[in-house]
């Protein structure tokens, strides 16, 4: 059964690819599995309906037959446990990808939010120049530490997998700003996930939602 996602109908993000759905379409687009996508409104992701699928209101949200999903670590890893190509198959490098995994959402990423949400609302307060040096000071050291683990492999253990995945997508929300510069692996290592053909999908679909270019409502995918 094709399954299907939901993302935003006017993405704030202007299609750039850092809406949550993004890494559910990426990681769909790797393990080379059909999946349909419901765009939805703001009002919609507070009704009822939506809610029943996502009870904070938000996106997105994995529907397959009976069953439904929420939050995005959740739906990728429910992917890559069911498709080859996310996931070694060695189990201790498999309990390693997990682990990154994890570590991208609840390390690596709470820092680097807190300093985009930080810009977005509190940029006219008296106190935000020396609110976002702190913030900054954060995440750089999360960078730090995660490019010296990295040093001058590929990817983070090895092969390719949807901890590279969650990762990546983390590490693009600091687009726009000069924190990367001073990691230069951390600046390739995105840039070699970009690069990937699934990537590359993934991107020109959720962009194409907000250039208009798909149907309003619903669109097909491969």
Known sequence: MTPTITAFEQSPDRGRGLARDMR??????EAGQPYAV????FKEMKEPAHRALHPFGQIPTFEEGDLALFESGAIVFHIAER??????DDANARARAIAWMFAALNTVEPPILDRGIAILLE?????FDERLLLLEDRVRVRLGELSHRLGAADWLDDAFSAGDLLMVTVLRRLSGSTLLDDYPNLAA????????????????????????SQPPRETNNT
């Open 38 to 41: 419901r765009l939805v409104s």
């Open 123 to 127: 940029h006219d307060k008296a106190w």
């Open 83 to 88: 498709h080859p190509g996310l996931l070694p």
């Open 24 to 29: 559910v379409r990426w990681a769909l687009e």
């Open 189 to 212: 290592y995105v840039a070699r996930g970009e690069a990937r053909p699934a990537y590359q999908r993934a991107f020109a679909d959720q962009l194409a939602v907000f250039r208009g």
